[in-house]
């Protein structure tokens, strides 16, 4: 039900639930360069974190929609490497996300 990619110069995302929901970063990563992002989906809201910082949110209803062998994508159409994925089982925070970020930092 979750998706995070990068294309045109941008960071999108999708959250499925009752219908296909996308939210793109405001933030324009610059080719070659590190980036943390972090997609964070609970209590009716999604956030996309870019470098330990909110950079996009907005609303969302519904539950997670399961599509029958429908996976999580990571990297679609994505050049470069992705490193260290994880998913839990709760949504993180601001202050989750900053603490990730910084261990993590270049």
Same mark, same amino acid.
Request: charged residues 15%.
């Given at each position: &039900?979750?998706?995070? #990619?990068?294309? /045109? ?6 959250? %499925?639930?009752?219908?296909? *929901? ?8 610059? &080719?070659?360069?590190? #980036?943390?992002? /972090? ?6 809201? %999604?956030?996309?974190?870019? *470098? ?12 997670? #929609?399961?599509? /029958? ?38």
């Amino acid at each position: &039900p979750y998706r995070i #990619y990068a294309n /045109a110069n941008k960071i999108f995302t999708t959250v %499925r639930t009752s219908g296909t *929901n996308y939210m793109q970063s405001v933030a324009v990563p610059e &080719p070659g360069s590190w #980036y943390h992002c /972090a997609l964070v989906y609970g209590k009716g809201q %999604r956030q996309l974190y870019v *470098n330990g910082q909110l950079d996009n949110s907005g609303a969302l209803e519904g539950d997670l #929609y399961f599509l /029958a062998n429908q996976a999580t994508e990571l990297g679609f159409e994505f050049i470069g490497s992705i490193d260290e994925v994880k998913i839990y089982n709760r949504a993180l925070d601001a202050n989750d996300i900053e603490a990730l970020y910084q261990q993590h930092a270049p």
